[in-house]
């Protein structure tokens, strides 16, 4: 028991904050109908039902059409939030069940008026139930003038029933209130919260395709520069070496001056790309702060960077750029921080970082995950630490790195070993060629 209870909170904590806003949504909507089903449909209707053979049975046969409409409206619940927000189609056989409930649950509170199956005024509680139901899965489903409309045909024609039937003085114009009143507490009820989520959700759409253009802007600029480096450099080869083979051809010495160009390009190329590259994976340190800050505040999070990233090395600012991501990425991704601060600090020689949030998960990991392994790793080869606590809703990562290059091992383990010599034998060949 006490494991499954576990396992149902790491599985809310593993939850986005939009999908435990839909959940809590869903639970509310859920309830709702029961809690008027409880108070106005049933338990009142069947304390107040008069002795009489048509009383009981009409009055029990609506509270059963109710407790149907409850159920009802509980198994097609998603079916209509997933049409308003986008995810499927209209449900309309769902809609018009919902509709046929209400219609025989108002048939029944006439028919109980017309025998005077109940005491006074308890009918009108029984019609303010009846619409709920059918208001919460119509305001789902159709614009608010559509639901107007309908709503206003629904007050005319049992106004017009109940004076029909017999109905006169103030009762049919407090009736035509209350069904007023009920569609305005089924509008506001499942509208508003469901319009709330439909913003939510497109919000996180809107960032995520803020994110996948800014890697494919990434790209294009990483493109756009090895381009230029190497667009130029391969056609003067292409040109020399075909100019080479011509005079090769021809017996001229001057073939193997073409050659030895193309090899000087070539091997100029090579050193160009390597540079593109290194600048590629370099980070700005002060350019990621600014953006991590930029971010967290757009989602709503307060975030306050102290500190000044001028004059650091750039081996330091690489490697602090790539704790200042992964950092913000957990704080938008993890529990639901409302302030985040970030401090940059330097003394004896190291450089701290240090980020703070609050809104942690009871269930923060203890270890390191993938992403803070990783940016443990990376940082242990310029020598610097990585820690992070967690406790009492907050989160605390640390990171030091040292401004001097740390000196390695002169007996470095095997596998350093054979990589450098690998490295050493690509060199060679490629000196060779």
Known sequence: ????????QRGWHGRSKIAKVEFQSMAMWHAMPWLFYFTWGSVPLALSLR??????????????????????ANLSLRRSLDHYLGRADLPRRDLAVAGA??????????????????????????????????????????PIRTFAIRFAVIDAVTVAALAAVGVRGGQLPTTATVIVFGGLIALLSSRCGAWTLSVMWEADRAREVEARLAVAEERLRFGRDLHDVMGR????????????????????????????????????SQREVREVVRGYREIDLG?????AQGVLEAAGIVCRVSGSSAGLPARVQSALGWVVREAATNVLRHGDAKRCGITLAVADDRTTLTVENDGAPD???????????????????VGGTLEFTSGDGEFRLSAEVPLRPVVRDACPPEGERGRDQGERGRDQEEVAL
């Open 233 to 268: 450099n391969l056609a003067v080869i292409a040109l020399k070496s075909e100019l080479a083979v011509q005079l090769a051809r021809r017996g001229r010495p001057e073939a193997v001056d073409q050659m030895v160009e193309v090899q000087r390009i070539a091997q100029e």
């Open 287 to 291: 350019v990621e702060l600014a953006g």
């Open 51 to 72: 002795p009489d053979p048509p009383a009981v049975i009409l009055g029990w046969t609506l509270i059963a059409v109710a407790t149907l409409q409850c159920v009802h």
């Open 363 to 381: 269930s923060a990991p203890k270890s390191a995950g993938s992403g803070l392994a990783g940016l443990r790793e990376r940082l242990s080869k």
């Open 101 to 142: 409930g209400m219609v025989v649950t108002l048939g029944l509170a006439i028919a109980l008026q017309a025998v005077d199956g109940a005491k006074d005024g308890m009918l009108t509680l029984v019609t303010l139930f009846a619409l709920i139901p059918y208001g919460q899965a119509l305001a789902f489903a159709v």
């Open 1 to 8: 028991m006490i494991g499954r209870i576990r396992e149902v």
